[in-house]
């Protein structure tokens, strides 16, 4: 999931308005976090499900805190 999220923060700061980017962030990170329960209960492994899920949430969660980060320094007049 940290893929998705790095491609959604990509497209985030190319397509989106200034004023629209922190909602379309919530949105990546919501898609994120469903998609890692989706692949993580396609593997039918039990052992260990918590931690996949939680490390691939997390690491969405630092790439999209990250570029929220970004987008707040740079402003909107530089992207």
């Known amino acids: 999931m940290w ?7 990509v497209l985030i700061a190319l397509c989106s308005a200034p004023e629209q980017r922190v909602k379309w962030i919530a949105l990546t990170m919501a898609t994120c976090t469903v998609a890692a329960f989706s692949v993580q209960l396609g593997l039918r492994r039990k052992d260990g499900f918590v931690d996949r899920v939680g490390a691939s ?12 980060t970004v987008f707040c320094f740079v402003g909107p007049g530089l992207w």
Do not use: D, F, I, P
């Open 3 to 9: 893929v998705g999220a790095l491609v959604g923060a």
């Open 57 to 68: 949430v997390a690491g969405a969660l630092v790439l999209l805190a990250g570029t929220t």
